[in-house]
């Protein structure tokens, strides 16, 4: 069966693969597996047939069958659950790629996207230096561990996994709007080999094709 994920009808990273539905969409490209996507205005997001799907009103679900799924990082684990590719056979290496999924999303992203928030809501604030200072000491402090951890090595457990998937895409952010990412020249070159491959590259294709058909209405 076919699944079918949601994304912004009008994505306001600008076409920039930044919005979250590009993780699943990277995720499907890897392992294969074909999917159709339901485009959502900010106003559908909020009515009652998306709120069943996600109690939050956001993007990306998936649904597959009688199977409904919300959250980014349970929809790519799900995926490298259910097909080869994304986790390794062996047991230690598979909950080793599995650390590295909480760790993408629960230690190194919330400074990052605390961030972004913080640049586009909070910048005529009095308090607003003081708060950008913090957050990018704690991205610096994040990075450092990360780096080190990530040497000379192609990815960060081994083989690409989904760990990497969703490390290079939170990391991603950091490329998008700051310098910090070039502060660590291993973690650059890290980021630049996930955007390297093949299903990445598809996977963005496909997201800025809705961007770019949303501008030319």
Do not use: C
Not at 28 to 33: I, M, Y
Not at 108 to 127: A, G, K, N, S
Not at 164 to 175: G, I, Q
Not at 184 to 211: C, H, I, M, T
Request: charged share 25%.
């Amino acid at each position: 069966m076919i699944p079918t994920i949601t994304a912004f009808e009008r994505s306001p990273d600008r076409g920039k693969g930044l919005a979250r539905d590009m993780r699943v969409r990277w995720a499907l490209e890897e392992v294969g597996q074909s999917y159709d996507v339901r485009l959502l205005s900010f106003k559908a997001m909020k009515e009652a047939a998306h709120l069943a799907l996600h109690p939050f009103g956001q993007i990306p679900t998936y649904e597959e069958g009688d199977l409904a799924l919300f959250e980014s990082g349970a929809i790519v684990l799900h995926i490298a659950e259910r097909h080869t590719g994304l986790l390794p056979g062996d047991a230690n290496a598979r909950a080793r790629a599995i650390a590295w999924v909480f760790a993408a999303l629960n230690t190194v992203e919330p400074p990052i996207f605390d961030r972004t928030l913080t640049m586009i809501l909070e910048r005529d604030e009095p308090w607003y230096e003081q708060r950008l200072r913090a957050l990018e000491n704690s991205i610096r402090k994040r990075l450092e561990s990360l780096s080190v951890r990530l040497g000379d090595a192609d990815w960060l457990d081994g083989a690409f996994s989904a760990g990497d998937l969703l490390m290079v895409t939170v990391l991603l952010r950091l490329k998008a709007s700051s310098g910090i990412l070039d502060e660590y020249p291993n973690l650059s070159a890290y980021v630049a080999r996930g955007e390297a491959r093949p299903a990445y590259k598809r996977a963005f294709a496909a997201q800025l094709a809705v961007f770019t058909a949303a501008s030319a209405d």
